[in-house]
């Protein structure tokens, strides 16, 4: 069966130009630089010293709880059941790349930047399972003592982006705001919890949306084999078809339209005639009704003027006797 080949062109997180990537790369390289001149130490500080200071039982319940739906596993889970939905596996592919090169990739280049790990070392206060452990950033131990960029943070970006993508064309406000809300909610819970700087947060934001507009791009998530059957020659139709089609339904509803008018006036002058027609014959009918009337009168007088010239010569003949 031919096979025939549909793109997307509308949604923009499938179609980011190159220039979004060049930014994106510089930005990265700015940070990058801003991370590795440690200019930004008294910042974290001042952060740390702040989160230090509303910790609580209840901020370390939920923020824990928030922070490992970004754990490398539950995203991994999450591309895989996009890979099992039908409509959505080109894309849980694609997370499921992101996710590995993302990871592959941080762990080789954080010892090149050697940002070290904040030194405060997070004290939950509310009990948790007994081998329950918050994930490490970095699962190789060459990587593991170094937090810059932010491997968590740089997974959630893409998956944002992926899922923000998948969301824009139903509506594109919830996409927009799931690609920034998410690694920005996943972010603040790891402030809280003494596991990265700002810095390395906003570089592994960069990185993750780096990563995931190459490989949206390199495997051409815009397009999509389809089969040439009348599904597919539906779900194929281009947007200059759709809108000429609209355009000729327009005209055919308007003739429509044109045409039950013209048929509403004849029917309404077909029954007026009708209409006309019947007062006639009413009239008729009540001109032969009074005609009948007059006649039965006339025949019932001329009758009565018999009757009585009758009894009028009776009487006579009778008198004329005696």
Not at 148 to 169: T, V
Not at 228 to 242: G, H, I, P, R, Y
Not at 259 to 264: I, P
Request: hydrophobic share 40%; glycine share 6%; proline share 2%.
């Amino acid at each position: 069966m031919n096979t025939q080949i549909y793109k997307d062109t509308a949604n923009p997180f499938w179609n980011a130009k190159i220039s979004l990537v060049f930014f994106l790369i510089i930005s990265f390289v700015i940070v990058s630089t801003i991370a590795l001149s440690g200019i930004t130490n008294n910042l974290d500080n001042s952060i740390t010293a702040y989160f230090d200071t509303i910790q609580n039982e209840t901020l370390d319940l939920i923020l824990i709880i928030i922070t490992t739906t970004s754990d490398t596993i539950n995203l991994i889970i999450a591309g895989f059941v996009l890979t099992i939905i039908k409509r959505t596996r080109r894309f849980g592919m694609i997370l499921l790349i992101s996710l590995v090169a993302i990871t592959i990739l941080v762990t080789y280049i954080k010892p090149l930047f050697g940002v070290e790990h904040p030194q405060e070392t997070f004290v939950p206060l509310v009990s948790l399972p007994e081998k329950f452990t918050l994930e490490r950033d970095s699962f190789m131990p060459l990587a593991q003592g170094y937090s810059y960029p932010s491997n968590h943070i740089a997974s959630a970006a893409a998956f944002g982006f992926i899922i923000g993508g998948l969301s824009y064309r139903y509506s594109y406000k919830f996409g927009l705001a799931f690609m920034i809300s998410f690694p920005v909610l996943i972010g603040f819970t790891k402030l809280y919890l003494f596991q990265h700087n700002l810095m390395d947060l906003i570089g592994g934001y960069l990185f993750g949306l780096i990563v995931a507009v190459l490989i949206v791009k390199g495997l051409k998530a815009n397009t999509q084999t389809l089969k040439n059957s009348a599904e597919s020659q539906d779900a194929n139709v281009t947007k200059e078809e759709e809108e000429e089609v609209g355009q000729d339904e327009e005209e055919y509803v308007k003739e429509v339209k044109e045409e039950e008018e013209q048929v509403g006036q004849d029917t309404k002058v077909i029954r007026g005639l009708n209409e006309g027609q019947q007062d006639r014959k009413l009239v008729e009918g009540e001109r032969q009704k009074l005609k009948r009337e007059v006649k039965d009168k006339a025949t019932r007088a001329t009758i009565i003027s018999k009757n009585e010239k009758k009894e009028d010569i009776d009487k006579s003949y009778k008198q004329n006797q005696v």
